[in-house]
C-alpha cells in the first residue's frame, strides 16, 4: 500500500489466474445460455463461439467482477477503513494471465485526540433584570389587548384601520385581504401605507401604488411595485387589560401577579442560560478544531457540501424563492462552501472521538423520547413514526444527534469557564 497524500493511497492488486479462469468460465455460462446465435438452439451454442464472438463483453464481466470483490478483500486484509469508491486505474487482463490493476482510494483519517477537557471559553451566568421582566410581562399584555371600534372618524397616526385590500396590477397571484389591521404612523407599517391611507374615513375607496423594498421578507413582493385598491372598513383604539392578579389568573395556573412574574423570570433566565450555553459549546468546538490538525477524506467534505447546499435551497423555498429562476454557478458555489464544509466535518469526526473515548452511550428511553416527540409533532401514531424512521434509518441519525448533544454537554461540563470580556 502506498501514501498519495492526505486520507489517499493506492494498491496494486493481482487476481491470481485461477480466479480469472473461474470467473470467464461462470461469465462465459451466463452469456451461452442468454445468446440467440444462427444454427443454435437457445444455450447450445458452442463455448467456443461464444468467447470469440463476445470476447470484449466477457473480459469486461470478469473485471467487473474480480475487481471490486478482490479490492474489498484486500482492504479488509490491510485493515483499511475505505470512504467512498475507488478510482481503478492500469488494469491489465490478458488471456492465461492474471489481472492486474491499481486502486485509488481514500480512507477514514486517524486522529489523535489532544486535551479536549478543560477547554478555556467565555462565558457567564446570565442575569434577568426587573427591566427584563417588565417587558417582557408588556409583551404579553400586548398579546391580550383588545380592539375596540370607535365612531367613523378620519384616520390619524397611532389608529389602527380595519382595511380590506386587493391588488390591481403588480404581482402574478392576487392578492385578497378582506380585513387587514394596520397602526397607522407605525414603524411596523410600510410608510406609504400610512401616507395613502391617512386621513381617509371608513366606507372610503382609494388607490395608490406601493413600493415593496428589496429586501423585503416576502420574496414574491420584494422589489415590486403593487398597485392596491382598499377600502377603510373601521377605525379601531388598543385597550389594554389592567396588570393586577385577575389578568394573571386569565393567562392560566396563577393566583397573583408575582407568581406570574417569577415564571416569566425563570423563562427568560432558561432561554439566555441556553443561548450562553449553546455559544460555548461552539467556542469550544472551534478551539478543537483549531487545535486538532489531521486530513479529511475529500468524499466527507463533498457530502457536506451536499448537505449544506440542499438546507439552505429547502430555505429559499420555504420563503418563496422560485429556485427554477436562480442563476447560480454551481461550481463556485460548491467552492465557496469548502471552508466551513471541512471545519464541519473535523468538528463531527472529533466529536465522535471524544464520545467513543468518553463512552458516551444512548438509552433506549432516550430515543424512544425522541421518537414521541416527533410522532406528537407531526400528529401521527408513535408506531407509524417508529417504522417510517427505522426504514429511513432515521433511528440511527436520531441516536447519532443524542450522542452529539451529550458529548457536547460533558465538554461544557468539564470547560473552563472564564469571564466574557467586554467590547
Known amino acids: 500500500m502506498a501514501l498519495i497524500e492526505g486520507c489517499k493511497h493506492s494498491l496494486e492488486i493481482t487476481v491470481p489466474v485461477a480466479d480469472v479462469e473461474k470467473e470467464t468460465e461462470r ?12 444454427g443454435f438452439r437457445p444455450g447450445k451454442a458452442p463455448l467456443s463461439l461464444v468467447k ?26 490491510e485493515g483499511l477503513q475505505v470512504v467512498g469508491k475507488p478510482n481503478v486505474v492500469d488494469v491489465h487482463f490478458h488471456a492465461g494471465e492474471p489481472i492486474t490493476f491499481k486502486a485509488e482510494f481514500e480512507v477514514a483519517p486517524t486522529i489523535e485526540l489532544g486535551e479536549y477537557r478543560g477547554v478555556a471559553v467565555p462565558y457567564a451566568e446570565p442575569e434577568v433584570t426587573d427591566a427584563d421582566i417588565a417587558e417582557r410581562v408588556e409583551a404579553v399584555r400586548e398579546q391580550k389587548a383588545e380592539y375596540v371600534n370607535e365612531e367613523p372618524r378620519a384616520l390619524a397616526d397611532g389608529d389602527y384601520a380595519v382595511v380590506s385590500l386587493e391588488s390591481i396590477s403588480g404581482v402574478a397571484e ?8 394596520m397602526k397607522i404612523g407605525d414603524e411596523a407599517t410600510l410608510a406609504a401605507f400610512s401616507e395613502n391611507l391617512r386621513g381617509a374615513s371608513p366606507d372610503e375607496v382609494r388607490e395608490f401604488d406601493i413600493v415593496y423594498p428589496e429586501d423585503y421578507d416576502r420574496a414574491t413582493l420584494a422589489g ?23 389578568f394573571a389568573k386569565d393567562l392560566g395556573d396563577f393566583q397573583t401577579l408575582d407568581e406570574f412574574r417569577e415564571t416569566v423570570r425563570r423563562t427568560i433566565f432558561q432561554e439566555r442560560e441556553h ?7 461552539h467556542a469550544i ?24 447546499m440542499e438546507q439552505q435551497l429547502r430555505q429559499l423555498s ?25 471545519r464541519d466535518v473535523k468538528a463531527s469526526l472529533l466529536l465522535d472521538k471524544v464520545g467513543e473515548r468518553e463512552a458516551v452511550a444512548v438509552t433506549q428511553e432516550e430515543i ?27 433511528i440511527a441519525r436520531i441516536a447519532g444527534h443524542i450522542r452529539t448533544d451529550k458529548t457536547l454537554r460533558l465538554l461544557f461540563e468539564h470547560a473552563r469557564k472564564e469571564a466574557p470580556v467586554e467590547e
Do not use: C
Not at 452469456?31 to 444462427?38: A, D, F, G, S, Y
Not at 415590486?224 to 392578579?245: G, I, M, S, Y
Open 285 to 308: 468546538i472551534d478551539k478543537l478544531v483549531d487545535t486538532h490538525d489531521f486530513p479529511v477524506p475529500n468524499a466527507y467534505i463533498d457530502r457536506q457540501i451536499e448537505m449544506n
Open 318 to 342: 420555504g420563503q418563496g424563492v422560485d429556485l427554477s429562476k436562480l442563476n447560480l454557478d454551481w461550481t463556485k458555489l460548491r467552492e465557496a462552501q469548502a471552508p466551513r464544509a471541512l
Open 52 to 77: 470469440s464472438k463476445f470476447s470484449q463483453e466477457i473480459n469486461q464481466d470478469v473485471i467487473e467482477a474480480v475487481v471490486p470483490r478482490f479490492f474489498h478483500e484486500t482492504a479488509a486484509k
Open 174 to 181: 392576487k392578492i385578497s385581504q378582506d380585513e387587514l389591521m
Open 275 to 281: 443561548q450562553a450555553q449553546e455559544a460555548a459549546k
Open 224 to 246: 415590486r411595485t403593487v398597485r392596491f385598491q382598499a377600502t377603510v372598513k373601521a377605525v379601531r383604539r388598543k385597550e389594554l387589560p389592567e396588570l393586577n392578579d385577575e
Open 27 to 38: 461469465v462465459v455460462a451466463d452469456i451461452q445460455k442468454k445468446v440467440r446465435l444462427p
Open 368 to 394: 424512544d423520547v425522541e421518537v414521541n416527540r416527533i410522532a406528537r409533532q407531526q400528529r401521527e401514531a408513535v408506531a407509524i413514526v417508529r417504522a417510517k424512521l427505522q426504514k429511513e434509518g432515521g
